[in-house]
């Protein structure tokens, strides 16, 4: 059974850097696509990044290119999103997922970690 869990979140100032962490456990991950999602109240859930675990081809949403990174570090089956220059607008519950994939694109269910709430402060 995977679990994810968030780390990291908090509040911040705009302009300032957060890094989330998602530690993932319960499988091997290679084949599979991890990924951030964040959600703020009354919106849709958006997919904000992705890293493919087998290749490391990366997606990243319009709305955080050049100011989010995602990565991995394979040892420690962990997934990283470094978020610089952050901006108001990026208050959300940022949430880990992974599924089975084909690069970035995903082809399988979905798991879920609990989410961090990330609060960027004008």
């Known amino acids: 059974q995977v679990q994810l869990v968030e780390s990291g979140g908090g509040l911040v100032q705009a302009g300032d850097s957060l890094r989330l962490s998602c530690a993932a456990s319960?499988?091997?991950?290679?084949?599979?696509?991890m990924e951030w999602f964040r959600q703020a109240p009354g919106k849709e859930r958006e997919r904000v990044a992705a890293?493919?675990?087998?290749?490391?081809?990366?997606y990243y949403a319009d709305s955080v290119k050049g100011r989010f990174t995602i990565s991995k570090d394979g040892a420690k089956t962990t997934v990283y999103l470094q978020m610089n220059s952050l901006k108001p607008e990026d208050t959300a519950i940022y949430y880990c997922a992974c599924a089975p994939s084909a690069g970035t694109v995903v082809i399988g269910p979905r798991s879920w970690g609990q989410g961090t709430q990330v609060t960027v402060s004008s």
């Open positions: 319960g499988r091997t991950f290679s084949g599979f696509v």
């Open positions: 890293i493919s675990w087998s290749i490391g081809s990366t």
